[in-house]
């Protein structure tokens, strides 16, 4: 993999590749990951999932029939068995540690732990050790869209920084999460389309970083993140979105 990462100017946002890179490749897949470093990313997304017997597999999704069409459930099912199950390009689930083994310190990883309602923060307490064993706490954003996953992650390492995913209706539920947020999380996060001047303002006046959800090609929000100036931004099109924000 060659090393290109683009580290933005403060003026212009952070890029987040998306599961990799998801129009080109399976998500979740080196090939993917291996694209979007070459198309200039900053950051490739790890979505998380705890296995039975306690690692952690890199999914979007707990059970795996959409990405592999094996009716498999990370959450209920242990490592062994899922480690046989292949992505639609022959590759296979992905450990976090195999992508730190074969990425190391070459890029900068945005994590998020998914998990069922009514978990604890056991995966949370795994990706902390992973991290640590790896050395991979100066190269880490943690996102979630639970407070108690951020703040066992804020618990134990403090300083990698957190990125709360909101999810609300109104703008004014909205303002009231925004105000009401821990002062230690670093981005907040919503979908492009619900971003307005006046919650990035707010943002800002507390302390966040902004981030928005997801941009892919100069029609789908890049007005809206150009009137905006969010701090970050995902992307499922690493390549189209370097290109429009070299131009910012
Ligand atoms: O953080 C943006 C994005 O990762 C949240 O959506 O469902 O793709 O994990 P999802
Ligand atoms: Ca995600």
């Known amino acids: 993999v060659t090393q290109s990462i683009n580290h933005a ?15 080109n490749y399976p998500e979740h ?45 990370i959450s209920t099912t242990n490592s062994n068995k899922i480690s ?31 998990k069922n309602a009514g978990d604890t ?8 050790k992973e991290l640590k064993k790896y050395k991979m706490t100066k190269n880490v954003i943690f996102q979630d869209e639970s407070l108690p996953g951020i703040k066992e992650l804020h618990h134990s390492l403090k300083k990698v920084p957190t990125l709360w995913l909101l999810s609300s209706a109104t703008e004014r539920q909205y303002k009231e999460q925004i105000e009401n947020a821990p ?10 389309d619900q971003w307005t001047p006046k919650l990035v303002k707010l943002s800002h006046q507390n302390g966040f970083k902004t981030n928005g959800w997801i941009l892919n090609t100069y029609n789908d929000n890049y007005e809206a ?6 701090d970050s931004v995902f992307t499922n099109n ?3 979105t370097v290109h429009l924000i070299d131009r910012w």
């Open 84 to 114: 046989q199950v292949k992505l639609r390009n022959g590759e296979k689930i992905h450990q976090l540690k195999d992508v730190f083994k074969c990425y190391g310190k070459k890029v900068h990883y945005i994590i998020e732990t998914k």
């Open 183 to 192: 002062r230690y999380i670093k981005f907040i996060s919503m979908k492009l």
């Open 9 to 23: 100017s403060p003026d212009t946002p952070l890029i987040f590749s998306h599961r990799g890179s998801p129009y």
């Open 225 to 230: 993140l150009n009137t905006l100036k969010l």
């Open 29 to 73: 897949s080196f090939k993917g990951y291996n694209r979007a470093i070459k198309d200039g990313t900053q950051y490739i997304e790890q979505d998380v999932w705890l296995s039975k017997d306690g690692k952690l597999f890199v999914s979007h999704d707990d059970n795996l029939k959409r990405t592999t069409g094996k009716n498999i459930t």
């Open 121 to 128: 923060t056991d995966t949370e307490k795994a990706l902390v």
């Open 238 to 240: 690493t390549k189209e």
